[in-house]
């Protein structure tokens, strides 16, 4: 397979369209301009989090379809990751002090810290050539 590349929106494309769709999609939710006000800053954060959760679901799907042998391993970081984004907009719910610009960078991260290790080796396993 061909050597993967970062997208402009610093995505990493993994060559497999039904996940870098997914991907892009979201990435371009955290990308979209941010309204400081707190209720805003929670919806944005809860639709980025119910986006995700409807990936995570179809990647789950094509993992058990294709029997990928580190299910287990990748499921149990897509379910951290609702946990990490809920336990977020529960604190800002709760009134926790939050700077927009932290909470930017901080969704980037959770998502592509995701993409560049489990889900390249979801991608690496469903590209593979087949076995001859
Ligand atoms: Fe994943
Ligand atoms: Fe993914």
């Known amino acids: 397979m061909t ?6 929106d610093g995505v990493l ?3 497999f369209p039904e ?4 991907h ?5 939710m955290v990308n979209s301009e941010w309204d400081p006000a707190r209720e805003k800053v929670v919806a944005r954060l809860e639709e980025i ?5 409807d990936h995570f679901e179809r990647e789950e799907a094509l993992m058990g379809t294709h029997l990928f042998s580190l299910f287990a391993r990748h499921k149990k970081e ?7 984004i809920s336990n977020v907009i529960f604190d ?3 009134g926790l002090d939050f700077n927009v610009e932290e909470l930017l960078h901080w969704t980037i991260r959770w998502l592509i810290e995701h993409i560049e290790t489990q889900d ?7 590209l593979r050539p087949p076995a001859s």
């Open 92 to 94: 800002i719910k709760s």
């Open 49 to 53: 989090a119910r986006k995700a959760i």
């Open 120 to 126: 390249k080796d979801l991608a690496v396993f469903l």
């Open 3 to 8: 050597a993967m590349e970062i997208a402009s």
């Open 24 to 28: 892009h999609s979201i990435m371009q």
């Open 13 to 15: 494309v993994l060559g």
């Open 78 to 84: 897509h379910n951290q990751l609702v946990e990490d």
């Open 19 to 22: 996940i870098d769709r997914d």
